[in-house]
């Protein structure tokens, strides 16, 4: 029995130490994985595997990539692991009653035969939980794909700056960002906190007079009851503070709110969300403004 329970421990710190070095080699970007852009295997190969630069303390990121389906079978997309996350989730876009919803795919998502499936911002994407270490620009996150017929495939996402709008390495475009829902004139980021989550759209995305349309859920994505929210931006770095601005009700969970944004800088968005019954929530996030 002593031989037995030295050798689980011997194996858990295997297995911690592996952990450990998984995630400091990925704030090194120093990470020897195959090709960020391009994986493949049998008939499913993934292309631009890409994720935004997360501030120091972020929990939360998200990553996006495109499935293509070379196969004349459909396949389908289980689920994603991560050795810098505790947690990856699959999340879909869905349209009900005119409002579009980000959950769960709790059935993972399928890529028709000779189709391609995009995971992109605004539309359907990963969500990586309980970050281990940041996601540092010019760094690599190892991904491993689970398929029901191509078995696993492991990968890595690029990580570009804060605003980026697609692969660090691939030319912005409105093609390299098929799927989004902000276009290439808006802002858009997801906000994952443990207590509310939100869809953010910044149009334009460029100083000036800016419309914030604010989405909010709990994180089962469900309703969130909410009596008010305000929107404001801060830059740190120039010791500069937006007024928080009131945003109104346009929908169950839709919520509009105007600001001026006086720079084309990176700015810190938060969101302070009056409860129902009582309470208040602040959740924030990195943008950046053109």
């Known amino acids: 029995m002593k031989g037995g329970t030295h050798g689980l421990g011997g194996l858990k710190a295997c297995f911690s ?3 450990k070095l998984a995630v400091i080699f990925v704030c090194t970007g120093g990470l020897l994985l195959p090709n960020p852009t391009s994986a493949s295997s049998a008939d499913i190969t993934i292309r631009q595997a890409w994720s935004r630069a997360t501030p120091k303390g972020a929990s939360v990121a998200a990553g996006n990539l495109t499935i293509e389906n070379h196969g004349n079978t459909v396949d389908r997309l289980l689920s994603v692991s991560s050795p810098v996350a505790r947690k990856v989730e699959i999340h879909e876009t869905l349209e009900a009653g005119g409002v579009m919803r980000m959950r769960p795919a709790k059935d993972g998502l399928a890529i028709p035969p000779h189709e391609k499936l995009v995971l992109a911002q605004g539309g359907s994407h990963l969500i990586f939980l309980q970050l281990m270490a940041p ?3 010019g760094g690599r996150v190892p991904v491993s794909l689970d398929f029901e017929r191509a078995s696993q495939i492991d990968t890595s996402l690029e990580v570009g700056e804060v ?3 697609g692969p660090p390495s ?3 475009s409105k093609a390299s960002i098929a799927g989004s829902a902000s ?3 808006s802002f858009f980021t997801h906000i994952h906190d443990p207590r509310a989550m939100a869809n953010v759209i910044l149009s334009p995305g ?3 007079p800016v419309e914030v349309v604010v ?15 305000s929107v404001s931006l801060a830059s740190p770095d120039d010791r500069i503070v937006l007024s928080a601005a009131a945003a109104e009700r346009i ?6 709110a105007q600001l001026f944004v006086s720079g084309a800088r990176r700015w810190d968005l938060t969101l302070r969300i009056a409860m129902t019954p009582k309470g208040r929530i602040e959740i924030r996030a990195p943008i950046l403004v053109e």
Do not use: C, H, M, Y
Not at 215 to 229: R, S, T
Not at 251 to 256: A, D, P, V, Y
């Open 215 to 229: 989405q909010l859920g709990d994180p089962q994505e469900n309703a969130l009851a909410v009596d008010g929210l």
């Open 163 to 165: 605003g980026a709008k």
């Open 206 to 208: 460029r100083s000036g």
């Open 251 to 256: 929908g169950t969970e839709t919520w509009r």
């Open 17 to 19: 130490a592996i952990r």
């Open 170 to 172: 691939v030319a912005a």
């Open 135 to 137: 996601f540092s620009e």
């Open 183 to 185: 276009g290439s004139d």
